[in-house]
């Protein structure tokens, strides 16, 4: 009985830790399958995250804290679109410049709010009838609003990419700008309206943070996630199902080491707290060595600026 | 196509791609940049209800105002070079080390090892060993990166900035546990031998890391422009099939050039704690090893360039530090620093292009 009451916690607490990660991680599939890398994931996490708490403390209103991370999310995006789609600047300096601005920027915002908890926070809701199920109900309908919005999100961005005309314009954008130009599909709205959804999510991302997870705001609390979402975007072959399940790996890996922790198996935290990033190390190596599926599914105008005069 | 026609008064005005561009544009698009920055930063400010004037007034005091902030400035701006030239000498040869700040904890990590465990060593010879072991850690961590690529193909961008994690918690491990001095409460290794301390500028707190910076940045200099290396790093990060067919052994010279840049950067973590604390500690960078990749591009990868915006970069980190004493948090030198580079970034196009009149419209 204590061995499934322990089954039960670790995967409960594999997709809360899942959940920033698949956040991003989605964020950036849409981005990437429009051809633009944005390595400014997590620089805006950390604005999104700041940016949620200060405004939800100030204002005392979660909508207001989730509106506000929305909105400055997605001035990021449109500053990222504008210097590399627009002016086609190098997408992975540009990406890596936004993230220390955002570190900076988030760094600055939250100086006040060290140690300060917030009067609204996600609470957990769980679903009525649905969350009585045995084991399951617990693990998966005991979580709070931005979970079960990521349940519908995944099939949805899967189905958007795969399975609508919407999602053909994305992907032969992302595969072959200038065939998409030619007939007739506007190549910079797209990657436009892309990656500023990209840049939504991964503030979501960081407001989940802030108001659900910790929640609280910490100096750097993303401590890499968002490297870590674009890792798994390519584990997931830019597939939102994929990363979905890559996602309660790396959550239920990054549980884990708490539990061992808190178990007192001998090993020290540091080394714990190295696992996440060890692991997602390993795992592109071994998604770079075994296959050239990896290679294949890129999409294969991803990181090239388009330009309509060297058609 | 990007026209813009005025068929007014039979002149047409349009934007024309440039087929070279003029050196001086590439100075004119930084200052420009960095004029807009402090324009729109002072925006910033003034909404916050502080006056800009006066914040950039204490900011440049702070970094530049006398002497001893002067040499302060030098002090900061030593980590910011040798990171700096380690990650443009990478950057030359299109490989994405981004993992300074991880290669500068291991470096200081190796050359807090020897300092601690061969205390009874005469000086020429500690210091010999202290510098050869921060290179060398900084070396290891930007070679297991630069063999991964090589021989398996892994994105190095991705395995380089992952490794920071992993060397500052490393570092973390040491200073809460083996390392900790035992007489201490805070999380420091015990206090270096005089030995293993790098000599300094008498009065100040300037250290021989200079010296190093300094050279390094003109046998960089001379390596990427005066030597068949140099051009064969430059020919791979132009195009690495051309250099491929070229017969040039892209393997061989990847790894060597990680190893410098890595060690470049394990020298700046040695030159932290045997030139100025003295031991181990946590936090011993406030980022230099990402304030580096945007000194590399701000320079266009140019080493001696690279040691003047150091400087302007070790002033503002220096300037920020005087900023606390107004309430302002220091992050705000970050947010300009990246900001000016965002906007060099965005500007560059224009420099590919000039305005041209043709005054009998636009079917001339």
Redesign the interface.
Known sequence: MEMVTLLTATLHAAIISATPILYAALGEIFAERSGVLN?GVEGIMLVGAATGFYTAVNSQSLLLGILATVAVSLLFGL?FS??TIT????Q???G???T??G???S??LG?SMIGQASPVIFHKIPVPVLSKIPILGHVLFNHDMLVYVLYLLVPLSWFVIYRTREGLNLRAVGENPAAADALGINVFAVRYFYVCLGSMFAGLAGAYLSLAYAPSWLENMS??RG??A??LV?FATWNPVRAALGALIFGGVDVLGFKFQARGIGI?P??M??LP??I??IV??II??RSQMAKNLMPKALTIPYD??ER | MYILDKLNEGKCIRFEKRLSVPPVTYLIVPVVSVILVLLLGGLFLALLGYNPVEIYGILLNGAFGNTYNFTETIVHAIPLMLTGLGVSLAFKMGLWNIGAEGQLYFGAFMATGVALFFHDLPTPLMLTLVLTAGFLGGALWGFVPAALKVFIGVNETLTTLLLNYVAILWVDYFIFGPWKDPKGFLPYSKVFPQSAMLPVYPGTRIHAGLILAILAAIILWIIIWKTTWGYEIRLIGENTQVARTAGINIAKNMLLVMIISGGLAGLAGMGEVCGIIGRLQHNISPGYGYTAIIIAWLSRLNPLVILLVAIIFGGLNNGGYALQMVGLPESIVTMLQGAILLFVLGGDILTQYRIKIHRRGCGV
Request: aromatic share 16%.
């Open positions: 390595l500053i504008f210097i002016l086609r600047a190098s992975v300096v540009t890596l410049v936004l220390i601005f570190t900076g920027l760094a600055f100086k401590a890499g490297w870590i674009i890792v390519i020290s540091y080394f707290r190295m990033y060890l997602t190390i592109l190596i770079t060595a309509r005069e």
